[in-house]
């Protein structure tokens, strides 16, 4: 059986990072509604990645697993919310960029992560993707377990925003609780779940 190793990633990984990320979520209905032309849908998704994991590796942690056959295995994305994200500085402008006639989308999945965002101390799991090929076999739970233990030696809780209910059932096994309200809707109806893993 391959033995997979956790570890950092590096600067110059960021945009693989990112397209490792659109293609194992390249079937959420989120995504869809974000960039409704399936043509563009993964190259715009892995650019809007690749920024969010640009400003986690700055401000969180960034991990991955590697793939015996070359690229990633699994990467976890994190941001530090024990103190404010400090802004990031041309944010707005890439964002634009790479949304071209889906900014509105974007906007509206910024507002309504903004609004709905718990404001106590912690550390939020942006994404938590697993290459197709590899899913099944608790490569995501290992990833999240090498942060729970950190976060569990400084008494910090975790969040994030579930995308469907097989994904709600998984971070229930690690520790995560619904949190009210639970669900939270783009304006398609497309829904986020939101989980609060508890300080031990």
Do not use: C
Not at 68 to 97: C, K, N
Not at 117 to 141: D, I, N, T, Y
């Amino acid at each position: 059986m391959t033995e997979f190793t956790i570890r950092p990633a590096r600067a110059d990984e960021l945009a693989a990072i990112g397209a490792l990320i659109s293609n194992s979520f390249d079937h959420l209905a989120a995504d869809a509604y974000l960039v409704p032309v399936p043509e563009d849908r993964e190259r715009i998704m892995a650019d809007f990645f690749t920024l969010e994991t640009e400003y986690a590796f700055s401000h969180g942690k960034v991990e991955v697993v590697d793939h015996p056959d070359g690229g990633y295995a699994a990467a976890a994305v994190w941001y530090d919310r024990v103190s404010p994200l400090p802004e990031f500085p041309g944010y707005m402008d890439r964002l634009t960029e790479l949304a071209g006639d889906h900014l509105d989308r974007f906007g509206a999945l910024g507002e309504l992560f903004e609004k709905n965002h718990p404001s106590e101390q912690h550390w939020h799991l942006q994404f938590l993707a697993v290459r197709p090929s590899e899913q099944g076999h608790g490569l995501g739970g290992k990833l999240m377990k090498n942060v729970h233990d950190i976060l569990d030696a400084q008494g910090l809780p975790a969040y994030l925003e579930a995308t469907n209910e097989n994904n709600v059932r998984l971070y229930r096994r690690y520790g995560y609780t619904d949190m009210d309200p639970f669900e939270i809707n783009l304006p398609d109806g497309t829904p986020f779940y939101r989980m609060w893993r508890p300080a031990s």
